[in-house]
């Protein structure tokens, strides 16, 4: 059975629907409030939450409708391992759609260029040398996987860093209603190589495409084993 967030946290009194499309993180909706909420299961720290603030601001900036994350009634980002954030209306974005928020999705990428890594998190240029960040535990995987994603990660070295979204995929885009676009599910954020962002977006070789795969083993190595074996017989 799920768990399910003790809402009474944020003094709010509403029906709960359970969201697919989640693997790391369990995620539910309220139902019939005037502004729903969604509550998400976390591993971040409260340090890491607070960090992720004003970058969510610098995204906004640059153009993008960013869910505002709701304070419990203590003042806190995460009461007991759930967050709380506004519920975006809209309609998913098809695949094909996915490249005209490529201009929005630079702008905060230029904005956010100096913000310092967040709490907890790493890069893929850190893990050439430290062994664990974030959800990533190389000690837990094999030697030869270990080498095959740092080579990969290493033909990124001359890309420069800035902050990312971490999971810039169709099934984080909205499109709202007034056509505006919507990026969610910001528990990926860190700070990285563009390319981790763009790179999702439309060809961009087979070195990136490696990287972008090694990082996806490397985190759900220990979140999803089954998941993650899958992905390393293609690196």
């Known amino acids: ?15 709960l629907l359970a969201l697919g499309g989640g693997h790391r993180n369990i995620a539910y909706r309220t139902v019939g409030l005037r502004q729903d909420l969604v509550f998400k299961s976390t591993r971040r720290q409260p340090d890491a939450m607070e960090w992720l603030l004003p970058v969510q601001d610098l995204a906004r900036k640059a153009g993008l409708i960013v869910p505002h994350i709701v304070r419990s009634c203590s003042g806190n980002l995460v009461e007991a391992g ?18 005209c928020i490529r201009t929005k999705i630079e702008r905060f990428h230029s904005l956010a260029a100096r913000v310092p890594q967040r709490p907890g998190q790493v890069s893929a ?3 050439l040398e430290a062994r664990h960040g974030g959800h990533i535990d190389l000690d837990t995987m094999p030697r ?10 290493r033909e990124l070295a001359r890309h420069p ?3 990312v979204h971490g999971d ?4 984080n885009m909205i499109r709202c209603p007034n056509g505006d676009i919507a990026l969610i599910d910001w528990d990926e954020c860190r ?10 977006l439309d060809s961009t070789g087979p070195s990136v495409q490696r990287a972008l795969l090694a990082w996806e083993v490397a985190c759900s190595w220990k979140l999803e084993p089954d998941h993650a074996k899958d992905l390393a017989g293609m690196l």
Do not use: Y
Not at 191 to 200: A, E, K, P, Y
């Open 144 to 153: 030869r996987l270990v080498d095959s994603c740092r080579a990969s990660w």
């Open 191 to 200: 700070r990285d190589v563009s390319l981790f962002d763009t790179g999702q």
């Open 161 to 163: 860093g800035t902050i």
């Open 125 to 127: 240029q850190d893990l």
């Open 168 to 171: 810039f995929n169709p099934g």
């Open 1 to 15: 059975m799920k768990e399910i967030p003790s809402i009474k946290h944020w003094d709010v009194s509403a029906d």
């Open 82 to 99: 759930w967050t709380c954030e506004e519920f975006v209306k809209g309609r998913p974005f098809a695949t094909n759609e996915a490249p």
